[in-house]
């Protein structure tokens, strides 16, 4: 399969995979405008030349909008190969791209968030360590930090301190997110304009700055949930998961 670099020149014309409508569609304008910002901090976003989710995005882990100390590292954002993409060796060759990538950059290995078992939002673990990636550090409830070292006496890369036990101060819902994905575009406002049509307490919270996203309070910073300061979930939730989920914390 050719793969296509997205870059400064053909941003515009180019689909970013988990986003195919037009420029027009808020969720195409939200990341590719925080694509453009990032381009020029070494952001590589690497896709098949299909009409489907088949890309990998990555960036040095110094400019990685995630609470991680990962100084030399390259930190993949989002890794995803679906549908009938699968299984045919895209996801090797995105991936070994990838380290080819980062290896002639001097990079000292690839870090990425992951979880015990494939969860939605987070890269898949089981493909990842039979790759090679190890566990380098853990995070409440189920985070993993997996990474691929290039030498072996490379440090491994960490969590921040306060992602290790993500809590807040605040009442009712909190959402912590980014726009590094599209999908936030969409659904926060939505799931704003239910929450507050149903008298639920919600206040969305936009990272909108990478040194704010470094600094958030739990490991997932594209979107984050908290109940009554405590984690609830990194799955971007559609508006009848979200009152389903409300209703359930509201029954105790």
């Known amino acids: 399969m050719e793969l296509i670099q997205i870059t400064e020149e053909n941003l515009e014309r180019e689909h970013i995979c988990c986003a195919i409508s037009n420029n027009k569609d808020c969720q195409?304008?939200?990341?590719?405008?925080?694509?453009?910002?990032?381009?020029?901090?070494?952001?590589?976003?690497?896709?098949?030349?299909?009409?489907?989710?088949?890309?990998?995005?990555?960036?040095?882990?110094?400019y990685a909008w995630a609470p991680v100390t990962a100084a030399g590292y390259?930190?993949?954002?989002?890794?995803?190969?679906?549908?009938?993409?699968?299984?045919q060796g895209n996801s090797n060759l995105l991936l070994d791209s990838c380290i080819r990538d980062s290896r002639e950059k001097g990079k000292l290995g690839l870090a990425v968030l992951s979880s015990p078992?494939?969860?939605?939002?987070?890269?898949?673990?089981?493909?990842?360590?039979?790759?090679?990636?190890?566990?380098?550090?853990?995070?409440?409830?189920?985070?993993?930090?997996?990474?691929?070292?290039?030498?072996?006496?490379?440090?491994a890369p960490l969590f921040r301190e306060q992602a290790r036990r993500p809590q807040t101060q605040g009442c009712g819902f909190e959402l912590y997110y980014t726009c590094q994905c599209p999908f936030t575009a969409k659904y926060v406002p939505l799931v704003q304009e239910a929450a507050h049509d149903m008298g639920i307490p919600f206040r969305s919270i936009l990272l909108d700055r990478c040194e704010a996203a470094q600094n958030a309070p739990c490991a997932a910073t594209s979107y984050s949930?908290?109940?009554?300061?405590?984690?609830?979930?990194?799955?971007?939730?559609?508006?009848?998961?979200?009152?389903?989920?409300?209703?359930?914390?509201?029954?105790g």
């Open 117 to 155: 078992k494939k969860m939605p939002f987070l890269s898949d673990p089981g493909y990842l360590k039979h790759r090679g990636f190890r566990v380098a550090d853990t995070a409440e409830p189920y985070f993993e930090l997996l990474y691929l070292p290039f030498v072996e006496d490379a440090p």
């Open 225 to 251: 949930m908290f109940y009554d300061g405590k984690f609830i979930t990194n799955e971007i939730l559609s508006v009848k998961k979200f009152l389903a989920l409300a209703e359930k914390l509201a029954g």
């Open 28 to 62: 195409v304008k939200s990341k590719k405008a925080w694509l453009a910002e990032r381009l020029a901090e070494g952001l590589v976003f690497l896709k098949g030349n299909v009409r489907g989710k088949c890309f990998i995005e990555y960036i040095p882990a110094e």
């Open 74 to 87: 390259m930190y993949i954002n989002c890794f995803w190969v679906s549908g009938q993409l699968k299984g």
